[in-house]
């Protein structure tokens, strides 16, 4: 029979494969499955802290990490969402029979379900004060990139706190620039973001 702790660690599976995001409320998670977790403990009249139990269980498991104050969790057992994918050059790459060499290219996953939520919020223009670099797409849209402010490799994560969006010429220099100059460009990307998601 199954326990509570894999109920829940299926139905957050399922809940962030469905929106294509890894990272929930609490309350967002709860919302959607009440009736699940009803039907499977009908006498228990404390779900929610139950729920909220189970969580942190997953959390201990190393499934979960919590992420702040406010209920938030980031679901990290799962490699790749639905709604995630790798970086399509590489994929493009990997199913083409190498001639002569072969490379190992190590992506992180980009959720484009938080993509699209940080052009909704952030806008389709460069939050780089005074930047003029956007320009427009054939179909007429505005050219953005969406960055990690600490990128998913040194720990960061898919949430709206931590992605700006920002032209490629900035994009680059987040990346590639001297160190100094990065952290000058770090540190006015989240200072913008900060005031615009308060």
């Given at each position: 029979?199954?326990?509570?702790?894999?109920?829940v660690?299926?139905?957050?599976?399922?809940?962030c494969?469905?929106?294509?995001?890894?990272?929930?409320?609490?309350?967002?998670f709860y919302?959607?499955?009440?009736?699940?977790?009803?039907?499977?403990?009908?006498?228990n009249h404390?779900?929610?802290?139950?729920?909220?139990?189970?969580?942190?269980?997953?959390?201990?498991?190393?499934?979960?990490?919590?992420?702040?104050g406010?209920?938030?969790?980031?679901?990290?057992?799962?490699?790749?969402?639905k709604?995630?994918v790798e970086?399509e050059?590489?994929?493009?790459?990997?199913?083409?029979?190498?001639?002569?060499r072969?490379?190992?290219?190590?992506?992180?996953?980009?959720?484009?379900?938080?993509v699209?939520?940080a052009k909704e919020?952030?806008g389709?223009?460069?939050?780089?004060?005074?930047?003029?670099?956007?320009?427009?797409?054939?179909n007429?849209?505005?050219y953005?990139?969406?960055h990690?402010?600490?990128?998913l490799?040194?720990?960061?994560?898919?949430?709206?706190?931590?992605?700006i969006?920002?032209?490629?010429?900035?994009?680059k220099m987040?990346?590639?620039?001297?160190?100094?100059?990065r952290q000058?460009?770090?540190?006015?990307?989240?200072?913008e973001?900060?005031?615009?998601?308060?």
């Amino acid at each position: 029979m199954i326990k509570w702790k894999e109920l829940v660690y299926q139905l957050v599976v399922e809940f962030c494969n469905v929106r294509g995001k890894r990272t929930f409320t609490l309350q967002e998670f709860y919302s959607a499955h009440e009736d699940d977790f009803k039907q499977f403990k009908p006498d228990n009249h404390h779900l929610l802290p139950k729920v909220r139990q189970q969580l942190q269980l997953l959390r201990d498991d190393g499934l979960i990490q919590f992420l702040d104050g406010r209920g938030t969790y980031t679901l990290k057992g799962i490699e790749l969402l639905k709604g995630e994918v790798e970086d399509e050059k590489v994929q493009e790459i990997s199913i083409q029979t190498p001639e002569k060499r072969e490379y190992l290219i190590e992506t992180y996953a980009r959720n484009r379900g938080w993509v699209k939520e940080a052009k909704e919020k952030l806008g389709l223009y460069c939050l780089y004060p005074t930047c003029q670099n956007t320009f427009k797409k054939p179909n007429n849209e505005p050219y953005i990139e969406v960055h990690h402010i600490i990128s998913l490799y040194e720990g960061g994560e898919d949430a709206i706190w931590n992605l700006i969006v920002i032209c490629a010429h900035h994009h680059k220099m987040a990346h590639f620039a001297d160190s100094f100059t990065r952290q000058r460009l770090k540190t006015i990307l989240t200072r913008e973001v900060e005031s615009r998601i308060a």
